[in-house]
């Protein structure tokens, strides 16, 4: 031990080791240690002569930290602890033949687990030794496989939520991309203009037309027919008439020869 560390608690836990409360910290220097107080009282050893084993030990004696506080029901107060690692060591040195028979188990138990226990509380925030769940799930009970069971079909429908999901996207964008396309098509076909052969059939229908409302009111109607289809198509030229309106243009004339004439359209 060095006075000159003069370590302090960043972090003090208390771990649940069978029925003994264990009292662990991590310092200063972002080791853990497990107070010899707190062993000591849950094995029924004597601290003073344990201080002195460890002391004693040159390895043990380099992580011993006979001043670190810590909190307790009574207030802060400095305790001497053992870094974690070298728990075992120190245990090993004690010999199980030796202690009273009624902490023999105990004892053991301490040597085997007691430091990974301490260690994994500051780890994996695991402050018992009771089994994991994990653990518990290993056993064959009914209760086991009932839970197994309802599991596993929660991860069934959680799968087919997901895969509906990904399908009624998957079809969102289909119908989007349609509607894009279409959108682009129709804004295509508005800007392409007529080919001459399709202004020559708006021209001629346009004429015929316009013959057969002349002949009947004996005025010139050419240059009122083209301009019922510039307004009706918004357009200054036939010429300038849409591809896209062609059809619909070509029928709205013919349905008008035949209104005047009663004869089939050009």
């Not at 094995?43 to 506080?69: D, K, P, S, W």
């Not at 959108?183 to 057969?212: C, F, M, N, W, Y």
Request: aromatic share 8%; charged share 30%.
């Amino acid at each position: 031990m060095s006075d000159e560390k003069a370590l302090t608690s960043v972090d003090q836990r208390t771990v649940l080791f069978y029925e003994d409360e264990l009292t662990a910290v991590r310092a200063s220097d972002g080791q853990i240690y497990v107070s010899v107080r707190h062993m000591c009282d849950a094995l029924g050893l004597a601290q003073r002569g344990q201080v002195l084993r460890i002391q004693r030990n040159e390895i043990l004696a380099e992580g011993y930290e006979g001043g670190i506080m810590m909190i307790t029901p009574g207030g802060q107060q400095r305790t001497g602890m053992l870094r974690v690692d070298l728990v075992p060591l120190w245990l090993s040195t004690l010999d199980t033949s030796r202690v009273r028979e009624e902490i023999r188990d105990k004892l053991k138990r301490f040597q085997r687990e007691a430091a990974k226990v301490l260690w994994e509380a500051f780890q994996n925030g695991r402050l018992t030794v009771d089994p994991t769940f994990d653990e518990l799930l290993e056993q064959g009970t009914g209760a086991v496989e009932a839970y197994k069971m309802i599991a596993a079909m929660l991860k069934l429908a959680r799968n087919q939520v997901l895969i509906e999901a990904r399908l009624n996207a998957h079809d969102e964008q289909i119908v989007d991309q349609r509607q894009r396309l279409e959108a682009i098509e129709s804004q295509l076909g508005a800007g392409h203009a007529l080919t001459p052969d399709q202004a020559t059939s708006i021209s001629q229908a346009v004429k015929a037309v316009a013959r057969e409302l002349s002949q009947r009111t004996g005025r010139n109607e050419y240059g009122g027919v083209y301009g019922e289809l510039y307004r009706r198509y918004r357009i200054p030229s036939y010429r300038e008439l849409p591809a896209a309106k062609y059809d619909d243009a070509i029928k709205w004339l013919g349905d008008w020869f035949q209104d005047l004439t009663g004869e089939e359209p050009f």
